[in-house]
């Protein structure tokens, strides 16, 4: 029923760009907090971005901040993540999750999202090496 999609992985040299995108089926984003994780093989999932559904406020966890921009565009049902000057260390399968979460914060939603409650999509792989 509820479903979400994430591409836009791919190869990319250390210090490039990649723009993944996180599109919604069966409803609208408009009311949802969507957050980005992501997991390199033998590592915890960690949290790396999050933008709220009342006052579009963001989370960025520290290891990406400066680097990556996390964005909405309502009127496609999708949500972005821009990722520059990446690293190797980025190298993981990105997955995005939405849940209805009001009334928090967006480090206190990333938290939650972090529960694996809500709406994952199947993930897309981003590989940073030369």
């Given at each position: 029923q509820v479903q979400l999609v994430e591409s836009?992985?791919?190869?990319?040299?250390p210090g490039g760009s990649l723009r993944l995108s996180c599109a919604a089926s069966g409803f609208s984003l408009d009311y949802y907090t969507i957050g980005w994780f992501r997991q390199a093989p033998g590592k915890e999932r960690e949290g790396v971005s999050c933008i709220s559904s009342s006052d579009g406020s963001?989370?960025?966890?520290d290891s990406v901040k400066g680097r990556f921009t996390i964005s909405r565009d309502n009127a496609k049902n999708t949500v972005?993540?821009?990722?520059?000057?990446?690293?190797p260390e980025?190298?993981?399968?990105?997955?995005?999750?939405?849940e209805v979460l009001p009334y928090i914060t967006t480090a206190q939603a990333m938290g939650v999202l972090a529960l694996h409650l809500g709406s994952w999509g199947q993930g897309t792989q981003v590989t940073v090496s030369s």
């Open positions: 836009g992985g791919g190869l990319v040299q963001t989370y960025y966890a972005y993540l821009q990722m520059n000057s990446l690293k980025d190298t993981a399968v990105y997955y995005c999750a939405a």
